[in-house]
């Protein structure tokens, strides 16, 4: 859909082209060899081993999360304000969990050690 905006004598066109088949389902692909790559990784010993699993799945996660809502969610063409929103949520998110993640780690409590473990 297209908006024209009449400013003075001049129209303005707002809208913007999306991208075509193709490319969704070139974008498709891409997410199916990320998910693919993500699960290989799981299986490799060596990213359990060095402690480099939950943050290179977490990369992988934050890039199909990117491409999701930039292509599928068209917020890539989009009017900027959309995409701050959205970071904005994204970041404040990471924060949070990585705040609850020190937290956890530097003040140990019991109980909580008990639930993430399955005791009782």
């Known amino acids: 859909?297209?908006?024209?905006?009449?400013?003075?004598?001049?129209?303005?066109?707002?809208?913007?082209?999306?991208?075509?088949e193709s490319t969704?389902?070139?974008?498709a692909l891409i997410l199916a060899a990320i998910t693919t790559?993500?699960?290989v990784i799981y299986?490799?010993?060596?990213?359990?081993?060095?402690?480099?699993?939950?943050?290179?799945?977490a990369?992988?996660?934050a890039i199909k999360f990117?491409?999701?809502v930039g292509y599928f969610m068209h917020l890539k063409f989009d009017d900027a304000r959309f995409r701050y929103v959205f970071l904005f949520g994204l970041?404040?998110?990471?924060?949070?969990?990585?705040a609850l993640v020190v937290l956890m780690r530097t003040h140990q409590i019991e109980y909580?050690?008990?639930?993430?473990?399955g005791a009782n």
């Open 43 to 57: 299986y490799v010993q060596w990213f359990h081993d060095s402690g480099a699993l939950v943050p290179t799945l």
């Open 112 to 117: 909580a050690l008990r639930m993430i473990s």
């Open 91 to 98: 970041v404040l998110a990471i924060s949070i969990v990585t």
């Open 66 to 68: 990117a491409t999701v």
């Open 37 to 39: 790559l993500e699960v």
């Open 24 to 27: 969704y389902i070139r974008i």
């Open 59 to 61: 990369v992988m996660s």
């Open 1 to 20: 859909m297209s908006q024209h905006v009449l400013h003075g004598n001049e129209q303005i066109d707002h809208s913007h082209s999306h991208p075509s």
